[in-house]
C-alpha cells in the first residue's frame, strides 16, 4: 500500500485535522491565503480548517513544508502529547547540562558567571525539589563568595527550614550555617556569626554528619568570635577543643591557628610568656606547610603583645615582618593594620607627625577595602589620640565623633570602650568634665 492510497478518515477525523491546521496558523500569525500560495485556494484551505472536506496527502504535505511540521502533526492522534513529552525531555537535558555548567564556573570560583545560571532553576523547579534545593544553596553561597553578605542572609533564612526538614539536606544545611558565620562576621555583626556557626556544630554532631574538616572550620572560627566579643576563657576552650578534634581527625592544618588563637587570648589575659610560646609555636608549624599568611599573622600579634611589654623595638620588627609579607600577598588591608600599630609606637613616643601620616595612609588602604568598620574606628581614634597630644583638641573632637559614626552598627564592645577612654580624656583635659564623667562612667575593661 502506498501513502496516496491510505484513507485518512481512518486515522484521524478531518474536523481535528482542521483545528490543528488552524492552530498551528495562527500560532505563525499567517492568513489563510498565505499558506494556501499558488497550489491551493483560499477557499479550500477555509474548507480545510472548518472540517467540511478531507485533505489529499498531496495537500497534507504541502502545508507541513509551509507551516514547519512534519506529517504526524496532522495524522498523529498522540502528537501533541508526545511532543509534550519531547519538550519536557529536552528541557530536563538542557537544564541537566546547565546544572553541569554552572558547577563547573562555581568550582573555577567564576561566581558571578555561575549566577545567572543558577538563578534560571529557581524559575524551573518547585522550592521543594531537591534540583532547587541544591541550586539555591550553590547561589546563596556564589552571593557569599562575592561579598553580597545581606542577599545571602536573606537568601539562607528562606531556605534554612526546607533544607533540615530532610536527611538529605543536611550537609548543606551545616555548610551553609558556616557561611553564614562568614557572612556576620565580614558584616562585623558578632553575635550572630556564633550564634550560626553554634548552630552548625550541633547540627553536625547530632546527626553523625561526616564533615570533619567542616566542623574544625567552624570550632575554629567560634574561638575566634569569642575574642572579638571579649570572652578569652571561653576561646581558649574552643582553641584547645579545636586542636583535640584536629590531631583525632588528622586535620593538622588547623592546629597552627589553635596555638595563634591561644596565644592572642593569653595576651588579652595579660600571659605574656604563654602567648610568645604559643604564637612562636605557631609560626613553626605554619612554616613547615607554608603558609605565608598565617605567619604574617603571627608577627602581626607578636607585635601587639611586644607593645604591652614595652619592648617597643622587637614590636617594630615584628610588624615590619608581618606588613612585608602581607605587600608580598598583595594583602594591602592587613599591611595597613601593621601600619596602624606603628603608628601607636609613635604616639606612645610622642611622635605624633609621624603617625599621623602612618595613620591617613593607612585609612587610605582600609577605605579601598570591603568592610573592616573596626580597623577604620581604631584608625580614626588614634588619630583623635594624635591630635589630643598635639592639643589640637577640636580636630580630636571631630575625630573621635567619625569613629562613633561608624561603630554604632556593628558588635566591637572593646573598641567601643577604647574610643569613649579617649573621649573621657579628650573632654577631661578640656575642663568639660561632666561630658568626661559620662564617658568614663561607661567604660569596660579594654587592655589596650
Known amino acids: 500500500m502506498e501513502m496516496k492510497d491510505i ?56 502545508l507541513g513544508k509551509v507551516l514547519g511540521v512534519p506529517l504526524s502533526y496532522f495524522l498523529d492522534p498522540e502528537y501533541d502529547e508526545k511532543s509534550n513529552l519531547q519538550s519536557k525531555l529536552n528541557s530536563l537535558n538542557n537544564s541537566y547540562l546547565s546544572y553541569i555548567e554552572a558547577e563547573r564556573l562555581v568550582g573555577n570560583k567564576d561566581y558571578k558567571e555561575a549566577l545567572p545560571v543558577l538563578e ?39 531556605l ?150 614595652k619592648q617597643y623595638d622587637f614590636a617594630l620588627k615584628n610588624f615590619d615582618k608581618s606588613m612585608e609579607i602581607y605587600k608580598e600577598l598583595g594583602e594591602l588591608k592587613f599591611a595597613a593594620f601593621n601600619l596602624t600599630e606603628i603608628a601607636r609606637i609613635n604616639i606612645i613616643h610622642g611622635n605624633y607627625d609621624r603617625a599621623l601620616k602612618q595613620l591617613e595612609n593607612a585609612d587610605k588602604s582600609l577605605s579601598s577595602s570591603e568592610g573592616c568598620l573596626e580597623e577604620r574606628c581604631r584608625v580614626y581614634r588614634l588619630m583623635g589620640d594624635t591630635y589630643t597630644g598635639l592639643k589640637e583638641y577640636g580636630k580630636a573632637e571631630n575625630i573621635y565623633k567619625t569613629a562613633q559614626s561608624i561603630i554604632n552598627d556593628i558588635d566591637a564592645e572593646r573598641e567601643k570602650s577604647l574610643l569613649n577612654e579617649s573621649l573621657g580624656t579628650l573632654y577631661y583635659k578640656t575642663g568639660r568634665n561632666d561630658e568626661a564623667l559620662k564617658y568614663f562612667s561607661s567604660l569596660k575593661s579594654s587592655g589596650e
Open 7 to 62: 484513507d485518512l478518515n481512518l486515522i484521524i477525523d478531518s474536523k481535528e485535522i482542521g483545528r490543528r491546521i488552524r492552530k498551528k496558523r495562527r500560532a505563525l500569525k499567517m492568513r489563510q491565503r498565505d499558506i494556501a500560495g499558488d497550489e491551493f485556494t483560499v477557499g479550500y484551505i477555509s474548507q480545510l480548517e472548518v472540517g467540511n472536506i478531507y485533505p489529499s496527502v498531496k495537500a497534507l504535505t504541502y
Open 120 to 158: 534560571s532553576f529557581l524559575k524551573e523547579f518547585d522550592p521543594k525539589d531537591p534540583r532547587y534545593i541544591k541550586a539555591k544553596s550553590l547561589i546563596i553561597f556564589c552571593h557569599t563568595e562575592t561579598g553580597s553578605y545581606k542577599i545571602a542572609t536573606e537568601m539562607f533564612d528562606e
Open 160 to 309: 534554612i527550614d526546607t533544607l533540615t526538614e530532610s536527611d538529605d539536606n543536611l550537609q548543606y544545611a551545616a555548610c551553609l550555617y558556616y557561611k553564614m558565620g562568614t557572612c556576620y562576621w565580614m558584616m562585623e555583626r558578632y553575635l550572630k556569626a556564633l550564634r550560626y556557626l553554634e548552630k552548625g556544630v550541633d547540627l553536625i554532631d547530632k546527626n553523625n554528619l561526616d564533615l570533619d574538616d567542616l566542623k574544625a572550620k567552624m570550632l575554629l572560627n567560634i574561638a575566634n568570635l569569642l575574642i572579638k566579643i571579649d570572652n578569652y576563657v571561653k576561646a581558649r576552650d574552643y582553641f584547645m577543643m579545636c586542636i583535640s578534634f584536629s590531631k583525632e581527625h588528622g586535620l593538622v592544618k588547623y592546629i597552627g591557628s589553635c596555638y595563634h588563637g591561644i596565644g592572642f587570648t593569653s595576651y588579652y589575659l595579660k600571659e605574656y610568656k604563654d602567648a610568645v610560646k604559643n604564637i612562636r609555636r605557631s609560626i613553626f608549624i605554619n612554616n613547615i606547610f607554608g603558609l605565608k599568611e598565617e605567619i604574617a599573622k603571627e608577627y602581626n600579634y607578636l607585635g601587639y603583645i611586644y607593645i604591652d611589654m
